[in-house]
């Protein structure tokens, strides 16, 4: 695992449980978060081809308590870094639910996102990496982040976060 893979949830996020998969099965990788996206899905959202998933946090030990995966390098400036995190909800209130009732932090805008499962949202905040798209759909909370790629705006890789998130809410269980 990469030293740079615990910072990969985005900042500010509250860690609520390292509950168990609850059912979830991990698929080749062992890390259920990397079978969300495909290659196809990769490069119908962003017109590029990425490498095999790098696997991040297991699960329990990302945020919320779920898996972490990745696709791309953090310090690539040619290929922005897509983050996905599965959460499953292990009957606690959902992690995307919770994290709505938060306060966006200075400098971060909130938008509701149709067509990403259930009570989605996307967050950009200025200077940030990227925006973070969260969702619900079942049992399981999801995220999608995309690194901008400097000196490209965060605002601008959006509707690739969001376009992420649909295909990773097909995959979803």
Not at 34 to 57: F, H, N
């Amino acid at each position: 695992m990469h030293k740079w893979m615990r910072a990969m949830a985005p900042v500010g996020l509250i860690l609520f449980g390292a509950g168990g998969a609850s059912g979830l099965q991990a698929q080749a990788t062992g890390n259920p978060a990397c079978a969300l996206l495909t290659a196809a899905d990769l490069k119908q959202a962003t017109g590029q081809a990425y490498d095999g998933p790098s696997p991040g946090d297991d699960m329990g030990q990302g945020a919320g308590g779920g898996a972490s995966c990745q696709w791309g390098e953090p310090f690539d400036q040619t290929l922005p870094m897509i983050s996905v995190v599965l959460i499953p909800s292990n009957g606690k209130k959902g992690y995307t639910e919770a994290t709505r009732g938060f306060k966006a932090r200075p400098g971060c805008a909130r938008e509701p996102v149709s067509g990403v499962g259930d009570d989605a949202y996307v967050e950009t905040c200025e200077g940030g990496r990227g925006p973070v798209v969260y969702f619900r759909k079942g049992k399981n909370d999801g995220l999608v982040q995309v690194d901008a790629v400097k000196p490209a705006a965060p605002a601008s890789v959006k509707p690739k976060a969001i376009a992420l998130a649909k295909a990773v809410v097909m995959h979803m269980p």
